[in-house]
């Protein structure tokens, strides 16, 4: 998916970078059940709107990405909101070798996870539950399976608990609330879906 992204970022047509904060991200971190701020790794942060935001809360935040285009442009978002984050560019298939401290008690994936190819979505549960504390929640969002050419391939819900058993539990699974995306996607449903490290 990296060549797909890197051409979309290139020729400007990047319809998830609405740089919009999701609802179910706000319910964690100020609702009325949020959780106490920690470290969070934002997976997949491309521009870093999430990752800002985290760090504007008092979150200690890492946020990678396989790309330096949109690193480049969180970078400088940051450093004009005077917000810190750790940016890191590393293949999301490979976190433990990128030199990431484990212990992380947040884990945000909006849109990274179902991008993935099949072989590569047992390494990237791996990465992420060696880099996560015990009770740790991983917030995921995914679109439903679909046939789209170049568009992410999606995930359901049994693969993503059988992706996760046994280390993690699926806590909840919500509609996303957001504006339906540009493109082709826009009629594809949207699921969050919140899992605690066991």
């Given at each position: 998916m990296s060549l797909v992204y890197r051409i979309m970022y290139r020729?400007?047509?990047?319809?998830?970078?609405t740089g919009e904060v999701p609802s179910e991200l706000r319910a964690l971190v100020e609702?009325?059940?949020?959780?106490?701020a920690g470290s969070a790794l934002d997976i997949g942060c491309g521009t870093g709107t999430q990752?800002?935001?985290l760090a504007a809360h008092g979150w200690r935040v890492?946020?990678?990405?396989?790309?330096?285009?949109?690193?480049?442009?969180a970078r400088a978002r940051g450093?004009?909101?005077?917000v810190e984050v750790d940016w890191v560019r590393?293949?999301?298939?490979?976190?433990?070798g990128a030199g990431?401290?484990?212990?992380?008690?947040?884990?945000?994936?909006?849109?990274c996870y179902h991008g993935l190819p099949d072989q590569a979505r047992a390494a990237y549960v791996h990465g992420v539950s060696e880099l996560a504390a015990r009770g740790a929640s991983l917030l995921l969002m995914s679109f439903a399976p679909n046939r789209i050419p170049a568009a992410p391939a999606g995930a359901r819900r049994a693969e993503i608990e059988a992706r996760f058993e046994p280390t993690w539990e699926l806590c909840s699974v919500t509609n996303d609330a957001g504006a339906d995306p540009a493109g082709p996607l826009r009629n594809v449903p949207r699921n969050w879906y919140r899992l605690r490290k066991r």
């Open positions: 020729v400007g047509f990047t319809p998830w970078d609702g009325d059940d949020r959780l106490d990752s800002l935001y890492t946020g990678v990405d396989d790309l330096e285009q949109p690193l480049r442009r450093a004009a909101a005077g590393a293949d999301v298939t490979c976190l433990p990431l401290r484990p212990g992380y008690t947040l884990l945000l994936d909006r849109g």
